[in-house]
């Protein structure tokens, strides 16, 4: 499952940046009080936390990618730790550009409807997701 982990992590991935290029994008357009939306400091502040989680979760994938390349000594268990931890912030990430886009994001003129299910549903395509957290954590031992 570890060489697999890592297809996961890129799918979780661009779940996470497609949700920041959406959320950016609407609040660019949408207009409230007489400005976009995108003026609002409580939506700046969602904006630069996805912004933040996704460069940051950028720069992880490429080291574990580079590790399974490399085949590097724990290249498996970056893989599966990666996976896991990219799959919860595609979640928290999808669920915060809905909170940018209101409830126009639940409807299916935007794909972040799509992609906030898509998440969700992500957590599971190598098995069930409480149960490869406990086989990570029991690996540590």
Excluded: N
């Amino acid at each position: 499952l570890a060489r697999y982990s890592i297809g996961a992590a890129a799918i979780a991935l661009g779940l996470c940046r497609g949700s920041l290029d959406e959320a950016v994008a609407y609040a660019k357009t949408r207009r409230q009080g007489g400005r976009e939306i995108i003026g609002w400091s409580e939506v700046r502040m969602l904006l630069g936390d996805i912004a933040t989680q996704h460069t940051f979760a950028t720069l992880a994938f490429e080291h574990a990618r580079d590790a399974v390349d490399a085949r590097a000594s724990g290249w498996q268990r970056s893989a599966t730790a990666l996976a896991i931890r990219l799959q919860e912030l595609a979640c928290e990430l999808s669920s915060s550009s809905l909170q940018v886009l209101g409830g126009a994001g639940y409807t299916t003129e935007f794909k972040q409807e799509a992609r906030f299910r898509d998440a969700f549903h992500t957590q599971h395509v190598l098995g069930s997701h409480p149960v490869r957290k406990l086989r990570a954590g029991s690996s540590e031992r």
